[in-house]
T-cell receptor, first 119, second 117 residues
């Protein structure tokens, strides 16, 4: 089973709202990722958690606050967002996998995403 | 710095024909990995195929194969016997790292593939 789930599928929020995006995986993966994707662009990495500890923050504004309550769950708390934050937010997870030469492949498995609109 | 280049913004192919999506990369790291992902209009990124830098053989996964030419730094995706469901955006990506139990992917700009009946 290579399933990553994300809720909600769609979210519309005002600039003064507080909301959270949720991501869950039960594959035993110990790395989890948040990406932001604007239309017709590749995903941009926001945060990486490894073994429930924040390992990468790609200089993301503090209005985005990640949380990893346990190894299966990843949240993204949103507060005081701007209209330009409207995007598809993708969650992913990975684990080392010896698919070939060059070290572990760490292929990432993505969820279906949350389409966020900030009004 | 590592970089992935996809020079084809859009491609068309007739159903049941084969199609090649181009990807070139640049890295000074001798150990690296290359991925292809498919993103349908629904939004989910679907992992298709992986090639490690030390692999002697080209990776294959069903109808997908990766034409890995290390000297040319290219990792083209070949889809055989195209199906209507193959219409999607395709991203080539390279693993930066590995780090401690995770990796960071560098994505290309993507190629939109349209399969015509």
């Amino acid at each position: 089973d290579t399933e990553v789930t994300q809720t909600p599928k769609h979210l519309v929020m005002g600039m003064t709202n507080k909301k959270s995006l949720k991501c869950e995986q039960h594959m035993g993966h110990r790395a989890m990722y948040w990406y932001k994707q604007k239309a017709k662009k590749p995903p941009e990495l926001m945060f990486v958690y490894s073994y429930e500890k924040l390992s990468i923050n790609e200089s993301v504004p503090s209005r985005f606050s990640p949380e990893c309550p346990n190894s299966s769950l990843l949240n993204l708390h949103l507060h005081a967002l701007q209209p330009e934050d409207s995007a598809l937010y993708l969650c992913a997870s990975s684990q080392p996998s010896m698919r070939g030469g060059g070290g572990p492949s760490y292929e990432q498995y993505f969820g279906p995403g949350t389409r966020l609109t900030v009004t | 710095a590592q970089k992935i280049t996809q020079t084809q913004p859009g491609m068309f192919v007739q159903e049941k024909e084969a199609v090649t999506l181009d990807c070139t990369y640049d890295t000074s790291d001798p150990s690296y990995g290359l991925f292809w992902y498919k993103q349908p209009s629904s939004g989910e990124m679907i992992f298709l195929i992986y090639q490690g830098s030390y692999d002697q053989q080209n990776a294959t996964e069903g109808r997908y194969s990766l034409n890995f030419q290390k000297a040319r730094k290219s990792a083209n995706l070949v889809i055989s016997a195209s199906q209507l469901g193959d219409s999607a955006m395709y991203f080539c990506a390279m693993r930066e790292g590995p780090g401690g139990g995770y990796n960071k992917l560098i994505f290309g700009a993507g190629t939109r593939l349209a399969v015509h009946p």
